[in-house]
């Protein structure tokens, strides 16, 4: 599976989900810097309608992940336990949304795919988030495309310090308390990167809407 393909993908999920509304497949995919939509017809041997019928599948996807991980973040006590079954259960349903798509035959090509892209959709809820703050901070698309990386290591992180403390099995208050902390010195790192990408103004105005969305 190319890194092209699975790019392509993540991409098309941010403009679904963060897009003010459903553009045709054709619009999206044709958009100046992207790929194609060939690569993934061609792969999954997807018809237009297929395309049609699955972008409301992705977009639902990133919005409720995007959606799980703001609530545990925003929580005292991170309910790690709980996230990792919303997620679960997420996956699962976006699974069944791609495979009643898909034919018999692509639904096995589909089975090795997946995996792989979860990664993506992780890159494409970081996007996301990313879009979500253009606007009110007036970042560039160069400063979107430096933050990138940084978003999406952030994201990543907070779900794996999550799946770990899940895994634990029992789960004391101390426990849900330094997943707190583990997620801020995320947040903290995140801050970092930023700050060498974007101007004192537009570090203010982030944290000021993080302090709002917690105060929520």
């Known amino acids: 599976m190319s890194r092209r393909l699975l790019s392509s993908v993540a991409v098309a999920a941010l403009l679904i989900a963060a897009g003010p509304a459903h553009p045709s497949t054709a619009a999206v995919w044709d958009l100046p810097g992207m790929d194609t939509a060939a690569d993934m017809g061609e792969w999954l041997k997807l018809t237009d309608n297929q395309l049609t019928t699955l972008e409301p599948v992705i977009a639902t996807r990133v919005q409720k992940m995007d959606a799980a991980l703001a609530r545990v973040e925003a929580a005292e006590e991170p309910d790690a336990l709980g996230f990792i079954r919303e997620y679960g259960e997420i996956k699962k349903e976006f699974d069944a949304g791609v495979l009643r798509i898909l034919t018999p035959d692509q639904s096995k090509q589909w089975e ?6 979860e990664k993506d959709l992780v890159q494409a809820g970081a996007s996301k988030q990313l879009a979500a703050m ?3 901070l007036h970042l560039t ?3 979107m495309t430096r933050l990138q990386p940084a978003m999406s290591t952030a994201v990543q ?12 099995g029992r789960i004391s208050l101390r426990d849900k308390l330094r997943a707190k902390r583990a997620m801020g010195d995320i947040n903290g790192e995140l801050e970092k990167a930023m ?5 004192p103004d537009q570090i203010a105005g982030y944290k000021a809407a993080m302090d709002k969305k917690k105060a929520k």
């Open 195 to 199: 700050s060498a990408v974007m101007s």
């Open 112 to 117: 090795s795919f997946k995996a792989e892209l």
């Open 141 to 143: 698309d160069e400063q």
């Open 157 to 168: 992180g907070k779900i794996d310090v999550l799946q770990k403390l899940a895994d634990g």
């Open 134 to 136: 253009q606007p009110a």
